[in-house]
């Protein structure tokens, strides 16, 4: 299990998190990550997001016991929520169909889905 369930809406963090993602009509726009740390994988990407907003001061993986780590996964799981629901309304727009499928392994998030 993942950290959101541990976590509780922080104000701050979706402050600083939206500086990075943008909800639009039609999907999202990320910001402000640089293309490497956008291609790193599991941890290293946790640390180059964390580090780019709090700062470069995250030295072990966080668990539930540490309410930044448990407030930031959160509210990214909110936002990606945000995300996919602006993405899944702008192709029922677009396509006028009524049922939709996502595929890939973001749409796999059990939550989301």
């Known amino acids: 299990m993942g950290l959101a369930p541990y976590g509780k809406m922080d104000a701050e963090i979706h402050r600083r998190l939206s500086e990075l993602l943008r909800i639009t009509e039609d999907g999202y726009e990320v910001r402000g990550i640089s293309k490497t740390a956008g291609q790193t994988r599991g941890f290293m990407a946790y640390l180059a997001v964390i580090n780019k907003i709090f700062g470069p001061s995250r030295t072990k993986r966080p668990d539930a016991t540490d309410p930044q ?5 959160f509210v990214a799981q ?13 192709a029922k727009r677009e396509t006028h169909e009524q049922k939709l499928l996502i595929a890939g392994g973001t749409a796999l998030n059990a939550k989301a889905n």
């Open 69 to 73: 780590a448990t407030n930031f996964a």
């Open 78 to 90: 909110r936002m990606l929520e945000e995300a996919m629901l602006s993405l899944c309304r702008y």
